[in-house]
């Protein structure tokens, strides 16, 4: 229903997070709140987010589908590339792959990934994704992987997957000028993603790669409120006109593409608020 709804709303994309685990116990830093804590029970049900996509593909036609993001350590990459391609396949070419080395210790090790290594692994974690969706015999010979010719398929529906890649860091800039198709940055203040975008224009300068290659993307949460909210706020929190505002502001900075989530426990809830920036606040942008 949600997804069906988003759609008929006019919704360009549909995104899925990523954890396989919670623990009750977590002393990896969650670097997107101001306590370090992480938001959600260990209780939540949070869906795998390949299987759910493959069902949110049977129910639409034309949004976009994405993650947001995959946590390239949680899955080997060649079938993580493999289950990718089925779903772009399912979907006729809608699939999005945003990708990020993951935050928390607890759960990468948990799943046999290298935490202190997550950073290169990933980088040629990327590189064997592409692999596996380029034509022909697929082979790779690196630090962490390496294997003979194998057949990889089905290869992408369209020949590639845009891989739009998460984080925050200089590390992680230097990631998605290297290898991205897009930087996917999670809830940054408008300073913060300003100064991103300039570092990120300096990586590629460094690598002669033409910024405008890339997508911008924004992760925030939507909080719509009746009255102006005073003082300090994030983006995306507060009343039509402020988040309008903050729009413009994303649009000014060369922002393509935003990922609104609203964490309410009732899906009713959730349909509203997205309902409400429909008719409320895309008008004015």
Known sequence: AFARRMEAL?????????????????????????????????????????????????????????????????RHPVLAAKMLATLDHLSDGRMILGAGVGWMREEIELLGGPFDTRGTWSDEAIRVMRECWSEGRTRYRGRFFSFDDVGAYPKPRRGHIPIWIGGHTPRALRR??????????????????????????????????????????????????????????????GSPEQIAGDLHRYQDLGVDTLLMEARYRDLDDTIAIFETFARDIRPRV
């Open 176 to 237: 998605v000028a290297e290898l991205g198709d897009g930087w996917h940055a999670a809830f940054p203040s408008v300073d913060a993603l300003e100064r991103g975008i300039a570092e990120l224009r300096a990586e590629c300068a460094r690598r002669q790669r033409s910024f405008d290659e890339l997508v911008i993307t924004v992760r925030a949460g939507l909080a719509i409120r009746s009255a102006p909210v005073e003082g300090p706020r994030r983006p995306l929190q």
């Open 10 to 74: 006019g919704y360009d994309s549909l995104w899925a997070s990523d954890h396989v685990v919670i623990p009750y116990t977590i002393e990896s830093r969650y670097p997107y709140s101001d306590t370090g804590a992480f938001p959600l029970p260990p209780e939540a049900n949070f869906l795998e987010p390949l299987t759910t996509l493959g069902l949110v593909a049977a129910v639409t036609e034309r949004v976009k589908l994405g993650t947001t993001i995959l946590v390239l350590p949680h």
